[in-house]
């Protein structure tokens, strides 16, 4: 409805609306000129190459990760490169989210949208859905991940970027898969295996193949299972080798469990003996507990004790081993926390130059008094306005560029809603021109178009708001407020419009924020304490979040059994009692933060372990708060004392084994002794009456020597191992002539009824060396030994010894009876024989003392056979030991 005003109505109407201009760009106006920097070629491709570095490494190694973020940060912060500091938060968000600390995360990937969002970068947005998807997988909400890995598909689905279509498909078939939808999560990996095996994406299509394996094995679908495995398997050596391979793992494990259920036992073996192989290598725990479980299991069922003791000792040194690389790994990331802060400086001060931050956080209160106070201003000022404006016309073209050129949305409506103007930031604003809005109603046109609100409604609250759509479809946020007035006897409004929808976006990212928070302390089993030190002198229970009453296990007791409990009540002794007061003493004495383990009782009567942090605050003389936080570590403490009590007991066992060896060595050398003084005898006598039966005498006497001498060659065999292993041979470094020490070996090593001599090849470079003596040429002899004895009526075996840098790599290749592929796992383990060396004699004790004497003089040694086709033996000597120095 058009309406036709007098001149003098429509200026002091427009005085009016001067008013709201002038105290709006009072209170919103802090422009900051942007310095413009010249940005190299060559370092922006720095910064892209590091972020790229960093993406990489981000599901490998969250150290080195974490490292090229903080570096392109600092460099995109340098010469204000926008993309450059947004890819890197978004990488930083992925480290700390693959280390569950959700609270650094989230407030990574904020910034990094904040940047996107401003840049209207869609594809930085995407990937910002894929992190958050990330995110809420690993916390376990697997609904909400799937609406981010959602998002991140659609857009990259329509894209030609061959590699993120295929990433954002992987994510979505994850999402079907945690989700229990078969069919779409099989559709979604089949899509991504096609597109990385096109781009030779190889981490990628062993992912995908190892998720299609475990989503047919859960169908018991094996067959179709041990394909996708095997596929997986088959491109595993096409891995790089700081790859991470979850996909083999996966391969490995389960196949083993598809032989299992075969009653293959064999083969179940193999693959958890490859299993065994990869994980000291592994960077990650998947599948690691699984596999230990079942070797475990298999030898428990077959009582191996022997084997047994192995495999758990084994993996009680993989525990602590990932326990140590834990702690170093949070230690490195929290250092490079500590840098990213400062690098939050640097980028809160580029924010400031670029205007993102002009809008941050108001509370709803102050934007209330805010308000009323400038309707109140307003009004006065409206009165001054329109008193200059009737005493000075000269003013009214001033009045209308201010007002048209205002940093506020003004609006005048008549009294059913009608427009009748607004300014040119109404215009940017609404996306419209104000000639095409004369005349509609403000409310059916933005707000809903059976909208019966009416311009006086929003008289009666000084902050009304409502979401718009704009004539191009976007919608907004807005708050309104509204001011009456009467132009002969008429009533208009003037509304004075602020644009929410960014404050209100940061808003609703602070509540999810706070959710992440909460869910991070609930993961982490964190809470909150606080009391005054009066109340803690009275033994008053301080005020607990609910995390902490859970930890207490007070969560579920009435009011009044919660008010006669004391602090002191959850102690065991008067002891740690008297510890927390002089903790709390010296904290106050010196205003230190504390930082200390208790070991407490349940309300439930239950033993717990918390970690208990706190400060002190000064309000007064007589008000002094404690606060800080509580974390329950008892699963952390019951792991710690569970290893150290299997540690105890492999302690037990060691000096137990000790005893029997030393008793079996004094128990066998003094019958052995006496049988050879009898031998010896006999054959005495023999000399002297020559008309016994030499021949018989002589067959036997020698039998028994050859008895004796095996025994004694056991026990001292046995007792060199020991002494090995108890760290009691002592090492003697020389110089060492390896042609003599051969020549010599060659010479004296013959196997009964056997002519033959192993063939002899000595680089002249490699031919002086630094070790053992003694101990070399104890290993050597016994090598060259076992490739006579096991090759025997056969090719006569070969002996190269060459210098390859500062290494002496010797290899002795016989043509012999070789190594089962099911013995091989045992082959340095003491008293143990392959399966096929029946008939050849030996005691098992020879490789193991080998692997002993081969450690003590810096040396490494590794054995490849083939059943039926010989074995070779390559040992590495080095030039200069480092036991030497």
């Known amino acids: 409805m058009m309406i036709k005003y007098k001149s003098e109505n429509i200026e002091l109407i427009i005085g009016k609306s001067i008013a709201a201009v002038v105290l709006s760009v009072l209170l919103c106006f802090n422009e900051v000129c942007a310095q413009d920097v010249v940005i190299k070629d060559h370092t922006l491709i720095m910064i892209d190459s590091l972020n790229d570095l960093s993406k990489r490494y981000s599901f490998v190694d969250n150290i080195k990760a974490l490292k090229y973020a903080n570096e392109a940060l600092e460099l995109a912060l340098s010469y204000n ?191 958890l003996e490859a299993a065994l192989k990869m994980i000291p290598n592994l960077n990650f725990s998947f599948f690691v507990n699984e596999v230990y479980e079942e070797v475990i299991s298999y030898y428990q069922e077959r009582n191996n004790s022997e084997m047994l003791q192995f495999y758990t000792s084994q993996f009680v040194e993989i525990l602590k081993g990932k326990n140590n690389r834990i702690a170093e790994d949070k230690t490195n990331i929290y250092l490079d926390l500590i840098r990213s802060r400062e690098l939050d400086k640097k980028y809160a001060e580029a924010l400031k130059t670029k205007e993102i931050n002009e809008k941050i956080v108001e509370a709803n209160l102050q934007e209330i008094r805010i308000l009323v106070i400038t309707t109140a201003v307003l009004a006065i000022l409206l009165v001054i306005i329109v008193y200059q404006f009737f005493r000075n016309k000269k003013n009214l073209n001033a009045i209308k560029s201010i007002y048209n050129n205002a940093g506020t949305a003004l609006v005048l409506i008549d009294d059913e809603g009608g427009i009748i103007r607004w300014n040119k930031f109404s215009e940017e604003l609404f996306g419209e021109a104000s000639a095409n809005v004369l005349g509609k109603n403000f409310f059916r046109e933005y707000v809903s178009k059976d909208s019966n609100i009416r311009p006086a409604d929003l008289e009666k609250s000084y902050l009304n708001e409502f979401r718009i759509i704009r004539k191009d479809g976007k919608a907004k946020e807005i708050s309104v407020s509204c001011s009456r007035t009467l132009i002969n006897s008429k009533t208009f409004y003037v509304f004075y ?166 008793m079996a060595s004094h128990e066998f050398r003094t019958p052995l002794s006496t049988i050879t003084s009898s031998v010896e005898l006999i054959q005495m006598k023999m000399a002297k009456s020559p008309n016994l039966i030499v021949d018989v005498l002589n067959k036997h006497t020698t039998s028994i020597l050859t008895q004796v001498d095996r025994l004694e060659k056991t026990l001292d065999g046995i007792l060199m191992l020991e002494k090995s292993m108890q760290g009691k041979i002592k090492t003697s470094f020389d110089r060492i002539d390896l042609r003599e020490l051969f020549g010599e070996l060659v010479d004296t090593i013959n196997v009964k009824g056997d002519s033959r001599k192993p063939k002899l090849v000595i680089d002249p470079e490699a031919r002086f060396v630094m070790s053992d003596l003694n101990l070399l040429h104890h290993v050597l002899q016994n090598i060259i030994s076992n490739s006579l004895k096991y090759s025997k009526e056969r090719q006569e075996p070969e002996i190269s010894v060459e210098k390859i840098v500062d290494v002496i790599k010797i290899e002795i290749k016989d043509y012999g009876i070789g190594i089962p592929d099911s013995d091989k796992s045992g082959l340095f383990s003491s008293f143990y024989r392959g399966k096929n060396t029946t008939g050849i004699k030996g005691t098992g004790l020879g490789l193991s003392i080998v692997k002993e004497f081969v450690t003590l003089i810096g040396a490494e040694i590794t054995i490849e056979s083939e059943e039926g086709k010989g074995t070779l033996v390559s040992i590495d000597l080095p030039l200069f030991p480092l036991s030497q120095n």
Not at 232 to 243: E, K, M, R
Not at 563 to 587: C, D, G, H, Y
Not at 614 to 619: I, L, P, Q, T
């Open 81 to 271: 490169y926008d993309e450059g500091q947004a890819f890197a938060f978004r990488n930083m968000s992925a480290v700390y989210s693959a280390q569950y600390s959700f609270a650094e995360s989230i407030e990574y990937i904020k910034k990094a949208l904040d940047i996107f969002e401003t840049l209207d970068n869609q594809e930085g947005i995407a990937n910002c859905n894929i992190s958050l998807g990330n995110t809420f997988n690993r916390l376990g909400q697997d609904s909400i991940a799937f609406g981010y890995y959602k998002m991140a598909y659609d857009f990259f689905d329509n894209t030609q970027d061959m590699e993120r279509k295929s990433i954002a498909s992987h994510n979505l078939g994850l999402a079907f898969f945690m989700l229990s939808e078969k069919e779409n999560a099989i559709s979604k990996f089949q899509k991504a295996l096609e597109f990385s095996l096109e781009l030779e994406n190889y981490q990628l299509a062993s992912s995908c193949l190892s998720y299609l394996g475990e989503i047919e094995f859960k169908s018991e679908n094996f067959e179709s299972a041990k394909d996708y495995f095997m596929r997986s398997l088959g491109i595993s050596d096409q891995l790089g080798s700081d790859a991470q391979k979850y996909a083999t793992m996966s391969a490995l494990y389960h196949l083993a469990l598809i032989h299992k259920n075969e009653d293959d036992t064999q083969g179940m073996m193999e693959y």
């Open 497 to 662: 419009i602020l644009d929410r929808s960014e404050l209100n976006k940061l808003q609703r990212m602070n509540d999810f924020y706070q959710v992440i928070l909460e869910k991070s302390n609930e993961i982490a089993k964190i809470g909150t304490w606080e009391m005054s030190y009066t109340s803690f002198l009275n033994k008053e229970l301080p005020t607990l979040s609910s995390q902490v009453q859970e930890i207490l296990e007070i969560d579920q007791i009435s009011t009044q059994e919660l008010q006669q409990l004391t602090w002191t009540s959850f102690f065991p002794s008067e002891e740690p009692i008297n510890r927390l007061m002089e903790v709390f003493e010296k904290a106050i004495e010196c205003n230190k933060a504390f930082d200390l383990e208790l070991s407490l009782i349940s309300y439930k009567g239950n033993d717990i372990w918390i970690r208990f942090i706190g400060s002190v605050e000064f309000h007064s003389v007589d008000d002094i708060r404690l606060f800080g936080t509580v974390q329950d570590i008892t699963d952390i403490k019951n792991g710690i004392n569970l290893i150290e009590e299997n540690l105890k007991k492999e302690q037990e066992l060691n000096k137990l084994k000790s005893r029997f060896i030393s």
